[in-house]
C-alpha cells in the first residue's frame, strides 16, 4: 500500500464515521452576521471573535495606513532586519496590558507554547501541564528534553500530587490553560498560584480565550479570579478577541523574553508579523483599554445566550467551576452525545431554512478536539451582536 492510499483510506473512513471536515467558505468579513456560500446569511456562533473587533473601522484603517507607512511585509526574521519600531511599540503595549516586565512576538500562540518549554526546559526540569490543555501546549511539551507530569483537569489535589511526584527536578513549570476552549470552563488559578509558590514554581498561563474576554477591563481569567499581578508569565493571541487577525506572544519577566529572544527557535527562524497585524493589533488594545463596553457587552450577551438557551432546554456546561466568578467566559458549549451528531447539528443548523431568514452556524467540536465517542456544539457569544432588551 502506498502512502497516499493510505491516506485516502483514512480519509474515506472519516467521512463514513461522520466526522470529516469541511470549510464553508464566507462572502463577507467576520461578524456576528456573515454570508457563507451557498447558504446566505448565517448568524455566526462558530468565530473567536468575542469582541467584535475582526472588521471593526479603526482596526481596519490602522491596518490600511500600516501597509502605505511600513509596507506590507519585511521578508526577515526579527533578529536579522525584521523589526520596526511598530513591534517593540506592540510588545510595550502588551506587556503594560498584562503588568509584565516585556513581551516577545510569534506568528502565533501555537509558535509561543512551541517556542517556550523546549527552550527554557531541559532534562534537569520538569513540566507540570493540565490533561485537557490545548493542542499546542501538548505538542509544545512533546518538544521538550524535561521530565512531564500530567495532573487531572482542574483538579488542584492531582497537582498537588504532581508538584510532589516531581520535587527533585532542577525546575518547575506549570502549565495550564485560562479558558479550557472545549469546555468553556476556567482554571483555578487562586489556588494553583498558591501551589506554585508553596512549590517554588513557576506558573505560565494560556490565555488565548481569557484575553479581552474575562475581567473588569478584559486582561483575562487572572483578572476575572483576583489574582491579576500574582501570574508568573502568559502566552496569549491576536487572533481571537484582539482583532482576529494573526499573532501571539509570551509576556514576563524581562530574564525570560530576553532568553527566548536568543533562544526560541519558531522566533528564530519565523518571518515577523506584518505591520498590518501589528498596527492592527496596536488599535486594538487602543479600543479596548480607552472603552471596557465591549467587555460589559460580551458579558450581557453571553449571559442573555445562556439563558435563552437554558430555557429552551438545552444543557449548557457551566462556564467555570469557581466561586469567585459569577459567570463563564463567551463559550456557551452545548454537550451532545456523539461526534457524529454533533456535525450533523451543525450542517443542520447552517443549512437553509424556509422557516428562518438567517440561519445559524455554531462549531462542531469532534476528533481530535474532542473523544470520538462524544461532541458538542461549541456556540460563542460576541460583543458586536445586537440583542433585543
Not at 26 to 34: E, K, N, S, W
Not at 84 to 104: A, V
Not at 256 to 278: C, E, G, H, M
Request: glycine share 10%; hydrophobic share 40%; aromatic share 6%.
Amino acid at each position: 500500500m502506498t502512502l497516499l492510499t493510505t491516506l485516502s483510506t483514512e480519509l474515506d473512513q472519516m467521512a463514513q464515521a461522520g466526522t470529516l471536515k469541511r470549510e464553508l467558505p464566507l462572502r463577507t468579513p467576520q461578524g456576528a452576521v456573515v454570508e457563507v456560500e451557498g447558504k446566505g446569511e448565517v448568524i455566526m456562533l462558530a468565530s473567536n471573535n468575542y469582541l467584535g473587533l475582526a472588521n471593526h473601522p479603526a482596526i481596519v484603517a490602522a491596518a490600511e495606513k500600516a501597509e502605505g507607512d511600513y509596507g506590507y511585509g519585511l521578508a526577515s526574521v526579527r533578529f536579522i532586519c525584521g523589526t520596526q519600531t511598530i513591534h517593540r511599540i506592540l510588545e510595550k503595549r502588551i506587556s503594560e496590558f498584562f503588568g509584565m516586565e516585556e513581551t516577545i512576538l510569534y506568528g502565533s500562540c501555537w509558535n509561543a507554547n512551541e517556542g517556550l518549554f523546549q527552550t527554557i526546559l531541559t532534562d534537569e526540569d520538569a513540566i507540570i501541564s493540565d490533561e485537557l490543555n490545548h493542542a499546542s501546549i501538548i505538542d509544545g511539551i512533546r518538544l521538550a528534553k524535561c521530565r512531564k507530569e500530567r495532573y487531572k483537569n482542574r483538579d488542584v489535589a492531582d497537582l498537588r500530587r504532581a508538584l510532589d511526584a516531581t520535587r527533585d527536578a532542577r525546575n518547575r513549570l506549570i502549565m495550564t490553560d485560562g479558558v479550557f476552549s472545549m469546555e468553556g470552563s476556567l482554571a483555578p488559578l487562586p489556588e494553583m498560584v498558591q501551589l506554585a509558590r508553596e512549590h517554588g514554581a513557576f506558573l505560565v498561563v494560556d490565555d488565548s480565550h481569557g484575553t479581552g474576554v474575562l475581567g473588569k477591563t478584559g486582561r483575562g481569567t487572572a483578572e476575572e479570579l483576583g489574582v491579576f499581578g500574582k501570574i508568573d508569565a502568559y502566552t496569549s493571541t491576536l487572533g481571537k478577541a484582539l482583532g482576529g487577525s494573526h499573532g501571539g506572544f509570551t509576556t514576563g519577566p524581562k530574564v525570560l523574553i530576553d532568553y527566548l529572544r536568543q533562544k526560541s527557535r519558531p522566533y528564530l527562524f519565523s518571518n515577523t508579523l506584518p505591520p498590518a497585524v501589528v498596527m492592527g493589533s496596536i488599535a486594538a488594545l487602543d479600543l479596548l483599554e480607552k472603552d471596557t463596553s465591549f467587555v460589559d457587552r460580551l458579558r450581557r450577551n453571553t449571559m442573555h445566550f445562556r439563558r435563552g438557551l437554558t430555557e429552551r432546554g438545552v444543557r449548557i456546561r457551566e462556564g467555570t467551576p469557581s466561586s469567585r466568578s459569577s459567570r463563564g467566559s463567551a463559550l456557551g458549549p452545548n454537550a451532545l452525545v456523539t461526534a457524529r451528531l454533533t456535525r450533523a447539528i451543525a450542517r443542520s443548523m447552517a443549512g437553509a431554512s424556509a422557516r428562518m431568514a438567517t440561519t445559524k452556524m455554531p462549531a462542531p467540536v469532534a476528533p481530535p478536539a474532542a473523544d470520538s465517542r462524544s461532541g458538542m456544539a461549541r456556540m460563542s457569544a460576541v460583543a458586536s451582536a445586537i440583542v433585543p432588551r
